[in-house]
């Protein structure tokens, strides 16, 4: 047995185990269990979406089918993108992957090569730096400053954590499970850093229409950079549209990466299942008023959450700006994970543990609130409960 | 455009465009065209599979769910693996993957790094290559000797092509697009070749059912090695039960690498749709039937070839022991592009270049024969009487 390990590539030996998922097996059991350990609301797929893929497998859509996926459903991806950033978007820009996290893998891939350097802004979720890791690649962690847990990014921290060896930075804003949302002069700085030391930036911005400003969304490097920029765009139908179990994603990139990016999809999955693209296409071209009810979900949940934690002595935590999650701090417990397991045994309620995104992440915990507000203000409650009964 | 393809990582940019689809996208939408040029048949899923993806979808299975796959559906393939092999399998062995071709990509993966050497037989299927240069490794070619249309790996083309970087083995058995089969012999001496220089198996035995010899099933590493051997098995749905289009296949390989294989999917698309296993499901318990007349509908498949190209004055050709694809080299046109092309142009018939699956299929085309009696008949008449027609 060792001797099989001893032979496995060394870099996809270094590939850490995601601190979710140890979560989420400790858990996963229990009997009244709330789960706000992964990042899913608690609404199935709407019918209207589920329906779209069982028309065309009953239609026999089940043969291959375009690498780069459907041509109509990348026409509504870029109808979609006119709609949110208020100008033309070329279809053939859109290249669709089996996940968010899928895109995520090849944009690394597509930058980021043996014993070279990705930025990652940490607290961050993990699977960035795993995808990096399998590559032979070194997900550099650029620590957030944090204050009464708040969490942001300074280009002064990129700037500090730069090397020759550098390719590429990721860059999540609104960002799980900090809640920081860029605003337009930060991601202009983070622009011109980018360019100056000629490096890629990884955009992931699937977040975009979660923000508790006030805004109609949060502020995108599509509002600043030219089309031949090197910026790799993740998209997911995960969020938006309760897909989360799909695993259907995209990536928006310039044209002149199409044959490459085709490459890479066709060596990966070669694709994804047309019928489920079919279900994609419903979710885009008729499913507004579900992203704005699950918009409004979370900011009901918002509220809930800091209703409970906000003012809570034993608790850091700051409402955060953008995304579906709470990101805080309890004092008096030894560790995140002592936390995460503690809660998930005696409050029954499950969340992921703070080390799980980052070294300094240690004694946060996350909770997702895209949640019922009743479901929700049980396990705030059963959480409080839990607090108040630590020496 | 330029300068953006000059900071994309070179080993991305090494990847090679899929001949295959090349073909594909110059014929698809040529009306009346038989297309013979992937490796699927012409039935859709079978029904009782497609509705068991519409009842998850229906019973709201939209969720997240395990990395490694439905613990029912490991479990399934465990008993078909038992049933065919006859001696019991782990299902924690088994691993859910987002096509067979990611299970290609995994395996590769988890056993060759940059600049380190995958042994490939050739003509092959290119994309295994492909995930190969995809990750910097470099997939050696190691040419199959022919002689009157039959190739035949041996060992000593094999231990011809090792060197000190050499890390893995890529051997299909039944092969696409020879159709050669590897007896038992043969595979006893590729394993002693694999055990002496400390090489990966990577076993692609995706057509085992589908053999012209008389056996029930093809020879396989199962039949000879040991379970904590350096041999990685992919499966994939697609051929067997008509699910070409859903990407689903799995890895069977040694518990011991169970923490690094879960790790490596959780970072590539973190698992397989929960609604879409249950079909996978419903194939592996309920669809004997299916694969079987599946098989028979191939074996037709076969005679229907071969009656219209042994023996013709333009063509060497042999018919295959294994696999469901005709191999064959036309004499008289300057390439195996320019004889796909032009059959897709005046024949109207969509074939694969022989180019497609490594430089010494020069000369050679590929059809698929998993399709209907009266439809390869149609499409072997327009075949030969494009060939007669050549000066």
């Known amino acids: 047995m060792g001797d099989l390990m001893s032979a496995v590539r060394p870099a996809a030996q270094r590939a ?12 996963r059991d229990k009997e009244g269990l709330i789960p706000l350990w992964a990042g899913e609301g608690d609404l199935p797929t709407p019918r209207f979406i589920a329906d779209a893929a069982t028309r065309a497998l009953r239609d026999g859509e089940t043969f291959y089918t375009y690498p780069r996926g459907l041509p109509a459903l990348r026409e509504a991806l870029a109808g979609y993108y006119e709609a949110l950033y208020g100008r033309p978007f070329d279809p053939d820009t859109f290249y669709m992957t089996g996940s968010g996290m899928q895109a995520i893998q090849l944009c690394v891939a597509l930058t980021v090569g043996e014993d070279e350097e990705i930025l990652v802004p940490t607290p961050t979720w993990p699977n960035v730096s795993g995808a990096g890791a399998v590559i032979g690649a070194r997900p550099v962690p650029v620590p957030m400053d944090e204050a009464d847990g708040r969490w942001v990014l300074t280009v002064e921290a990129l700037e500090r954590a730069v090397t020759p060896a550098t390719r590429a930075i990721f860059l999540n804003s609104p960002a799980n499970p900090t809640g920081w949302t860029a605003d337009l002069a930060t991601l202009e700085r983070v622009l011109e850093f980018a360019r100056r030391h000629g490096l890629w930036i990884i955009a992931d911005e699937i977040y975009a229409r979660f923000v508790w400003t006030g805004a109609p969304r949060a502020p995108s490097f599509l509002d600043i950079a030219a089309p031949d920029e090197r910026i790799l765009y993740v998209g997911t139908f995960s969020k938006n549209w309760a897909m989360t179990g799909w695993r259907m994603g995209w990536i928006h990139a310039p044209v002149a990466l199409r044959q490459t990016l085709e490459n890479l999809i066709q060596y990966s999955t070669s694709g994804v299942a047309q019928f489920l693209q079919r279900a994609g296409l419903a979710a885009v071209t008729e499913g507004d008023w579900f992203v704005r009810a699950t918009i409004e979900r979370a900011r009901v949940g918002r509220e809930v959450v800091s209703e409970a934690l906000a003012g809570h002595s034993r608790v850091t935590y700051a409402p955060p700006d953008g995304a579906f999650y709470a990101f805080f701090k309890v004092a008096g417990l030894a560790s995140s ?50 607090l108040n009964a630590l020496d």
């Open 16 to 27: 850490p185990a995601s601190g979710i998922i140890a979560a989420v097996n400790h858990g």
């Open 337 to 386: 994970r002592e936390a995460a397991f503690r809660l998930i045994d005696e409050a029954l309620v499950g969340t992921a543990p703070g080390t799980a995104f980052g070294a300094n992440g240690e004694g946060y915990v996350r909770v997702c609130f895209l949640r019922s507000r009743e479901s929700l203000a049980e396990a705030m409650d059963r959480i409080v409960r839990f």
